[in-house]
């Protein structure tokens, strides 16, 4: 399979502890995303990273939140003393870049998605 | 915060019906992609329009933007019980230097055998 793979699929965990999910893009892929969903709602955009850059930060990313992308390849989302309100579906999303300053509309792939449930 | 609203947030229809989504949002735009997302899924891209285009067609999707209005709809055509889902537009707002797509909060679509 050579789409966006996400582990884990489920991750329940109790208040106070830190969670980390790993996604895996499509390999020719230098740009990764991470959104969140919460129940009945769209995507939420958390940060991207074009390579190992970390370029945009949401927000929402408070700092008991943090994305890496050590080799430019697949990337962690890990959360510290996590909350309740944490639980939600984190999903990752890969793209193709571009060169220069033009900005192309790249489709983005997305994963099946981490769905966190924080007791 | 999510870039607009869709309307309706629920379409309940028989097989073989047509169903129509429609999508607000509220930024200027490079272009508006539209996903489906199958219960507690990931989400697959169907269909791209940019902002100077003002219909687009794919198989049986249909999607037509109107920019002034900064509103998109969705026509799925003879649909199909696999068609159950939710729909999503998102939107590639201008100068952000980078594809960061703001959702809207849905459709759900249920199509009944």
């Known amino acids: 399979d050579t789409g966006v793979s996400q582990n884990p699929r489920h991750k329940i965990t109790k208040r106070g502890q830190n969670v980390t999910f790993r996604c895996d893009p499509i390999?020719?892929?230098?740009?990764l995303y991470w959104y969140r969903q919460t129940l009945g709602q769209g995507p939420e955009f958390l940060t991207y990273?074009?390579?190992?850059?970390?370029?945009?930060k949401s927000r929402l990313l408070s700092d008991r939140f943090s994305a890496e992308r050590p080799k430019g390849s697949f990337s962690t989302l890990e959360i510290q003393r996590t909350e309740q309100g944490d639980s939600a579906m984190y999903l990752c999303?890969?793209?193709?870049?571009?060169?220069?300053?033009?900005?192309?509309?790249?489709?983005?792939?997305f994963g099946p998605g981490t769905r966190l449930t924080v007791l | 915060s999510q870039q607009g609203e869709e309307d309706p947030q629920a379409l309940s229809i028989q097989e073989g019906e047509n169903a129509t989504m429609n999508c607000s949002y509220k930024?200027?735009?490079?272009?508006l992609q539209w996903y489906r997302q199958n219960s507690g899924r990931g989400l697959v891209h169907l269909i791209l329009?940019?902002?100077?285009?003002r219909e687009k067609h794919s198989g049986r999707l249909r999607v037509t933007l109107d920019t002034s209005k900064k509103s998109s709809s969705l026509l799925i055509t003879a649909s199909r019980a696999a068609d159950t889902a939710s729909y999503f537009c998102?939107?590639?707002?201008?100068?952000?230097?980078?594809?960061?797509?703001?959702f809207g909060t849905g459709t759900r679509l249920l199509v009944s055998p």
């Open positions: 999303a890969s793209s193709l870049g571009t060169s220069g300053t033009i900005v192309a509309p790249h489709e983005q792939f």
């Open positions: 390999s020719e892929h230098n740009r």
């Open positions: 990273f074009q390579n190992e850059a970390q370029l945009e």
């Open positions: 930024t200027s735009i490079n272009n």
């Open positions: 329009i940019r902002s100077n285009e």
């Open positions: 998102a939107t590639d707002a201008r100068n952000t230097g980078f594809q960061k797509l703001v």
